[in-house]
């Protein structure tokens, strides 16, 4: 136990808190993992995936005034009790669709296209908000002294849950039916409150001086926009995601096409997601322990966004390649590529690559960037980020 915790550069008072809050990240992604890859197959399948698009509109604006509500109500509920509602709210929205899909199931009710668009907006916003504010929950229980050690760990088991997610659909794809995935995560949730009421009664540590600086929404819009640097990183960040969006989007399509003829197309598109996210997240496991620290040496923290760049230009070739033939006049190149790359593995290779980017490269260095803003401006308003 000493020698673990050495290796670990823990203090033993703090192995119970790590422990609890391990539990809590590896849940949470658990069902992070499950939702996203049964809501998006529900969906695909039940109301036509050539509605993503519209959806993917409503998920970015409805998500947008999510978080102006909750920097709204950051100021005026306690840190503890917010996240508390949030975490029942998630779980609320996971029950609801698991019972819609039971009913729907059972015969009794005949389920609308639209009512499958409220629960892939509902799901992807829920689960989305989850992720955020779990990592409130790491800020809430250490020192800032101490979140070097003990957010790496924490990032470690988010990743190791987002792996067991993944292959969870995957192996019961073809056992539960969709809504018994999702009660599943709903039950799975009830764990998550729990360890969050233990972790928030025991450990969570007192913030000095936050009432005091607390800074209103306005305060911030007007910092925000009056840093150059601060509308670059978001503009460059829209590209990003538009981007990263597209390379998805294309994945949804392609995996319905592929199994679109099958009896069982929806347990087949539910356990290909659960493949895709679980081999995700063991791609981003070993990108995060062994060769990000390198890349971003190698190439500059200020040169990611460029290197991003290259490599979505290449995977948009590939994809061209595969799917149009446009590559079809250089000799040799477009027969290697009908020969290695399926259309479905082709698109799925381009989305893993797509996904380990975002997560593995472009986020870590999003952070990095933040950093060089200011604490304080001119007038001394604090900067909340």
């Known amino acids: 136990m000493t020698y673990l915790l050495k290796l670990l550069h823990l203090r033993r008072n703090e192995a119970p808190r790590l422990g609890l809050a391990a539990a809590l990240f590896f849940l949470v992604q658990i ?7 049964v809501a998006s197959a529900v969906f695909n399948v039940r109301a036509g995936v050539e509605n993503l698009p519209l959806m993917y509109t409503w998920i970015a604006g409805l998500f947008s005034l999510s978080m102006i509500l909750l920097s709204w109500l950051t100021a005026k509920v306690t840190r503890q009790r917010l996240l508390l509602g949030m975490m029942v709210g998630v779980s609320l929205v996971f029950a609801v669709n698991a019972g819609m899909l039971f009913l729907a199931h059972s015969g009794y009710v005949a389920l609308a296209a639209d009512y499958y668009s409220f629960l892939f907006v509902s799901s992807e916003i829920a689960r989305t908000l989850m992720n955020f504010q779990i990592w409130i929950v790491a800020g809430g229980i250490c020192y800032v002294s101490r979140a070097k050690v003990f957010f790496p760990l924490l990032a470690s088991s988010a990743v190791l849950g987002d792996i067991s997610g993944g292959f969870t ?3 019961l794809g073809s056992l539960l039916e ?8 709903t039950l799975n949730m009830a764990v998550v409150i729990g360890l969050l009421r233990q972790l928030m009664r025991r450990y969570f540590v007192g913030q000095k001086g936050d ?10 819009l007007r910092y925000f926009t009056r840093s150059y640097y601060l509308l670059l990183l978001f503009g460059l960040s829209l590209v990003i995601f538009a981007i990263y969006t597209t390379v998805h989007y294309g994945f949804n399509v392609v995996a319905y096409d592929y199994f679109e003829a099958a009896d069982d ?5 539910t356990e290909f997601f659960g493949l895709f996210f679980g081999l995700t997240g063991v791609a981003t496991l070993f990108v995060t322990t062994f060769l990000l620290q390198r890349i971003l040496r190698w190439i500059g923290t200020g040169n990611v966004y460029l290197w991003v760049g290259v490599v979505y230009a290449l995977i948009a070739v590939m994809l061209l390649g595969v799917f149009t033939g446009a590559l079809a006049g ?3 190149l477009e027969w290697t590529l009908v020969l290695v790359f399926l259309p479905v593995l082709a698109i799925f290779i381009g989305n893993l690559i797509n996904f380990l980017l975002l997560d593995s490269v472009v986020a870590p260095t999003y952070q990095v960037l933040v950093k060089l803003v ?12």
Do not use: C, H, W
């Open 178 to 185: 969709s809504y018994q995935l999702f009660i599943l995560a």
């Open 211 to 220: 009432e005091s600086e607390a800074v209103s929404l306005g305060e911030n």
């Open 169 to 171: 659909v995957r192996f």
């Open 330 to 332: 250089i000799s040799g």
């Open 265 to 269: 197309s929806e347990t087949k598109i």
């Open 31 to 37: 069902d992070d993992g499950i939702v996203k890859s």
């Open 374 to 385: 200011p604490a304080r401006n001119s007038d001394g308003t604090r900067m909340i980020m």
